[in-house]
T-cell receptor, first 109, second 114 residues
Framework: GIQVEQSPPDLILQEGANSTLRCNFS?????LQWFHQNPWGQLINLFY???GTKQNGRLSATTVATERYSLLYISSSQTTDSGVYFC???????????FGAGTRLFVKA | DAGVIQSPRHEVTEMGQEVTLRCKPI?????LFWYRQTMMRGLELLIY????????DSGMPEDRFSAKMPNASFSTLKIQPSEPRDSAVYFC???FGWGPETQYFGPGTRLLVL
């Protein structure tokens, strides 16, 4: 089945810093989403982005489907950005959504 | 809308007991998903429904697990008999459509099987 790898596994930032999270996948996809799981466990969908670029406030994401990767950019990080960021994909012709292991982010005040 | 509602939020039970988790999706959503999250295996899709019909249950770990969706506003995930390795957080999510859908997750049920 399709493999999803996220990097880095852990990231510590000073408030105000920028960061880039990466998601590599091993097969063509027709669905890619980025989620944030806050420290209380709630999962929030950030982007649906099987290709192209989207922006939402301080967050933006880019997926280069032909090269099988997606990037999540966080600018001017805030302590409330802390948590785990997951990339989830569904490969073309498939039905299952596969999650990566996540990037655990801690933003220090 | 109140979002996806799950109950109970926490469940502690003893090995061998039956456990039933409940989910109310967002009104109007036609897809419903059950996920399990553990430290060892991360987030896994267990089963999903479209218009109340189970589409793919290949993620259900074994026959002790079963899921139903009797109507568009209610689904259950049942474990019988429960085992300590079933301890996890179980999430329910719903979405409208299969294409560029956004999945909305419930708060999860934290299950501990002693």
């Amino acid at each position: 089945g399709i493999q999803v790898e996220q990097s880095p596994p852990d990231l510590i930032l000073q408030e105000g810093a920028n960061s880039t999270l990466r998601c590599n996948f091993s097969d063509s996809v027709n669905n890619l989403q980025w989620f944030h799981q806050n420290p209380w466990g709630q999962l929030i969908n950030l982007f649906y982005i099987p290709s192209g670029t989207k922006q939402n406030g301080r967050l933006s994401a880019t997926t280069v489907a032909t090269e099988r990767y997606s990037l999540l950019y966080i600018s001017s990080s805030q302590t409330t950005d802390s948590g785990v960021y997951f990339c989830a994909v569904r490969n073309t012709g498939g039905f299952k959504t596969i999650f990566g292991a996540g990037t655990r982010l801690f933003v220090k005040a | 809308d109140a979002g996806v509602i799950q109950s109970p939020r926490h469940e502690v039970t003893e090995m061998g007991q039956e456990v039933t988790l409940r989910c109310k999706p967002i009104s109007g959503h036609d897809y419903l998903f059950w996920y399990r999250q553990t430290m060892m295996r991360g987030l896994e899709l267990l089963i999903y429904f479209n218009n109340n019909v189970p589409i793919d249950d290949s993620g259900m770990p074994e026959d002790r697990f079963s899921a139903k969706m009797p109507n568009a506003s209610f689904s259950t995930l049942k474990i019988q008999p429960s085992e300590p390795r079933d301890s996890a957080v179980y999430f329910c999510a719903s979405s409208f459509g299969w294409g560029p859908e956004t999945q909305y997750f419930g708060p999860g049920t934290r299950l501990l099987v002693l």
